[in-house]
């Protein structure tokens, strides 16, 4: 008959801490790997450009209503509704 080998409860648990950290670990790297062969591909890549593309045409586009005053010309545009509404309810 085997001898069964008793292992004091803290050293079993520090090895099954470290056997998950390792887990952890290779996992970790198993993805940094995977994301850095899907950054390599091509359908990756113009994913980012057409991405790119349209953050400058929002971009743009804030700048162009910024630029046209339309927060200046609905200020106005509430306050002759709040000047006719005054008439009205007078």
Do not use: H, N, W, Y
Request: aromatic share 4%.
């Amino acid at each position: 008959m085997e001898e069964e080998k008793k292992v004091p409860d803290g050293q079993e648990k520090e090895s099954l801490l470290d056997k998950a950290k390792k887990l952890v670990d290779k996992a970790d790297d198993f993805l940094d790997e995977k994301v850095d062969e899907i950054k390599q591909t091509e359908a990756f890549k113009k994913a980012a450009g057409a991405i790119d593309k349209a953050e400058d045409f929002v971009e743009d586009k804030i700048d162009d209503i910024k630029q046209s005053g339309v927060k200046e010309k609905l200020e106005a545009f509430a306050d002759k509704t709040e000047d006719k509404a005054e008439e009205t309810m007078a």
